[in-house]
């Protein structure tokens, strides 16, 4: 066990909507780090919370955006979905540790 | 900029042979080398890295990595397989003092042991 927690672990929505994932780092763990992972563009990184504030920034749509609340947990927000948008959403935190992920599907 | 290639999109191994996972990376100064393993429905579990040291890198479940500086390559190993060693591997790099966000994962190498 990680130590990572995600929900929810699958998604499942329609295009043109919105949806939040949700991440807990591991205890004492100050940063966040989100990944989308798919199956023609591989595992990327989005962006990266430390302590509440953005550090860094990936291959992260305009659509998309994160928060790291002040007890550390950390939002996804994608809006506006498309198909393409269909993957597996990590997020880690410091020390390698990642979480089971969420499935998002978009139909 | 950096880079880190798995030229095996698949490897096929029967229990008890050993196996090697193929990993090279590109990275400008010293770099630092990640093994991590995704099981059917899983994340990302860590298995071992390289930062500095032994070339030999041992780490969970029998696994060992050997870095070669000269071919600029990392290929994880295990004397004797298991199936439940099947999943996909993944190798990752990032450049020694950068930003852990910086972190390239490879394509990944899908792992068949097959009793």
């Known amino acids: 066990d990680s130590g990572v927690t995600q929900t929810p672990k699958h998604l499942i929505t329609a295009t043109g909507q919105r949806v939040t994932l949700r991440c807990s780092p591991r205890s004492g763990d100050l940063s966040v780090y989100w990944y989308q992972q798919s199956l023609d563009q591989g595992l990327q990184f989005l962006i990266q919370?430390?302590?509440?504030?953005?550090?860094a920034k990936g291959n992260i749509l305009e659509r998309f955006s994160a928060q790291q609340f002040p007890d550390l947990h950390s939002e996804l927000n994608l809006s506006s979905l498309e198909l393409g948008d269909s993957a597996l959403y990590f997020c880690?935190?410091?020390?390698?540790?990642f979480g089971q992920g969420t499935r998002l599907t978009v139909v | 900029a950096q880079s880190v290639a798995q030229p095996e999109d698949q490897v096929n191994v029967a229990e008890g042979n050993p196996l090697t996972v193929k990993c090279t990376y590109s990275v400008s100064g010293n770099p630092y080398l990640f093994w991590y393993v995704q099981y059917p429905n899983r994340g990302l579990q860590f298995l071992l890295k390289y930062i500095t040291g032994d070339n030999l890198v041992k780490g969970s479940y029998g696994f060992e990595a050997e870095f070669n500086k000269s071919q600029t390559s990392f290929h994880l190993k295990k004397p004797s397989a298991l199936v439940s060693d099947s999943a996909l591997y993944f190798c990752a790099v990032r450049a020694q003092y950068s930003s852990a966000s910086k972190i390239i994962f490879g394509s990944g190498t899908r792992l068949s042991i097959r009793p």
């Open positions: 880690a935190s410091s020390g390698n540790q």
């Open positions: 919370y430390y302590n509440g504030e953005e550090r």
